[in-house]
């Protein structure tokens, strides 16, 4: 029963390297999301995927991009870190129909990846 | 706009008190509101929601919301608080014009003392 499962937990990046972030879901959900979270700042949304195949920009986008690989997983890169991509990072899914009154199912979030970029 | 707001940044209760935890939404329509807690090196847990119906709303851990269209709020409540329902708490709305998405609060601490 392991919902929404990321790797790595911890990483610790020098400014300029890249890295991708995992996230994989056994809930054959149709939607997934990455989240950062930054003190005081709540969940800010970086990109989403409705469904297999399709992305698309959240709220920060910049400096991060996105592959669904297939229904369960869908992973995040950060081609040149920067100290201000220092976050927690969650990796969420969701059910979502196309008929508005089906989508009234809650997210399942991942334990966060922690990244600190020096 | 779709939007969420949680006034308080911190809320302070001693165990055994009740506890609120306030959320205000904005969004045209009926809306999903959701509350999820989050434990320290956790990630966010669902806790309840409101689709439609009651305005009075049970969940886990023995909390509930009331939700209130005229004030458009949304407020998490317990009868009696314990030590470890101290986490972080919060609200969100999914979207209706684009219902792939949530928007979230940005969060209130609770803490309750012994």
């Known amino acids: 029963n392991a919902g929404v499962t990321q790797t790595p937990k911890f990483q610790v990046l020098k400014t300029g390297q890249s890295m991708t972030l995992q996230c994989a879901q056994d809930m054959n959900h149709n939607s997934m999301y990455w989240y950062r979270q930054d003190p005081g700042m709540g969940l800010r949304l970086i990109y989403y995927?409705?469904?297999?195949?399709?992305?698309d920009k959240g709220e920060v986008p910049n400096g991060y991009n996105v592959s669904r690989l297939n229904k369960r997983e869908f992973s995040l890169r950060l081609e040149s870190a920067a100290p201000s991509q220092t976050s927690v990072y969650f990796c969420a899914s969701s059910e979502a129909r196309v008929e508005w009154h089906r989508s009234n199912q809650p997210q399942h979030f991942g334990d966060g990846t922690r990244l600190s970029i020096l | 706009a779709q939007s969420v707001a949680q006034p308080e940044d911190q809320v302070n209760v001693a165990e055994g008190n009740p506890l609120t935890v306030k959320c205000t939404y904005s969004?045209?329509?009926?809306?999903?509101l959701f509350w999820y807690v989050q434990y320290p090196n956790r990630g966010l847990q669902f806790l309840l929601k409101y689709i439609t119906g009651d305005n009075l709303v049970k969940g886990s851990y023995g909390f509930e919301a009331e939700f209130n269209k005229s004030q458009t709020s949304f407020h998490l409540k317990k009868p009696s608080a314990l030590v470890s329902d101290s986490a972080l708490y919060f609200c969100a709305v999914r979207g209706v014009y684009n219902f792939n998405k949530f928007y979230f609060g940005s969060g209130t601490k609770l803490n309750v003392k012994p």
């Open positions: 995927s409705a469904s297999e195949g399709t992305t």
């Open positions: 969004v045209s329509g009926n809306p999903y």
